[in-house]
C-alpha cells in the first residue's frame, strides 16, 4: 500500500516536470502580433483610452438617466453635435453602432488623449479637420449622455425593425 502511494506520486512529479517542459517549448516559438500604435492595449484599440479602463455592465436603457443626459447633451456639445446631422462634429444617432459604449465615454472625458493617440480619433479629425476639446464633463454626466446616446439608437433601431 506504501509502495503504491510513493510510486503514484512519483507518477504525479514525473509527469509533472514532463508538462511544464512540453509547455515551455511551446511558448518558446510565440506567433508575432504586431504592436498596436502608440503603446495601446488591445482594450484600448477597442475601448478608447482614457478614465474608462474597464468594459461596463450596462443594464436596460433607463429613460429618466438618458433624459438627463439630453440636458447635458444640449448645454456642453450642442454647439459642435447633431444627433441627425453634421455640425462641426459627426452626427452620434449611430455612434454606437461604429463605438463600444467605453469608446464614447473616453472620448468624452479624454477627447485630447483619444486624438492624439487612437487611430480612429485621429481619421475622424483628419476628416472633421476640428479637434474636439474637453467640456468638463463629469463622469456621471457622460454617463448620462451615454444613455441618452443609447436610447437615440435604441429608437432608431426598433424604427428600423417595424419598418422591415
Ligand atoms: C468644439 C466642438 C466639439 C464639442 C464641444 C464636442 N465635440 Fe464631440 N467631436 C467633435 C469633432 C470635430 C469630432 C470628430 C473628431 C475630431 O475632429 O476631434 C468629435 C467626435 C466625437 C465622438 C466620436 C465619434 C465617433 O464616431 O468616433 C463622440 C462620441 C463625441 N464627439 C461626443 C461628444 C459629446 C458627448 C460632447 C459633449 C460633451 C462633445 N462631443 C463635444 C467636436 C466637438
Known sequence: MKFLLVFSLAAVLFLNIGCGGDGEKVSATPTKKPANPNGLTDFEMTHGT?????????????QLTAKKGEKVFELKCYQCHR????????????????????????????????????????KMLAQYLT??????????????????????????????????
Open 50 to 62: 482614457g478614465p474608462i479602463k474597464a468594459k461596463l455592465e450596462l443594464g436596460p436603457i433607463d
Open 131 to 164: 479637434p474636439m476639446t474637453f467640456q468638463n464633463v463629469s463622469k456621471d454626466e457622460a454617463m448620462m449622455i451615454l444613455e441618452y446616446l443609447r436610447s437615440e439608437y435604441d429608437k432608431e433601431t426598433r424604427a428600423a425593425a417595424a419598418v422591415k
Open 83 to 122: 444627433i441627425d446631422s453634421r455640425l462641426v462634429g459627426p452626427p452620434l444617432h449611430d455612434v454606437l453602432k461604429r463605438r463600444q459604449p467605453e469608446y464614447v465615454l473616453n472620448m468624452i472625458l479624454n477627447p485630447e488623449g483619444m486624438l492624439k493617440k487612437h487611430p480612429e480619433a485621429k
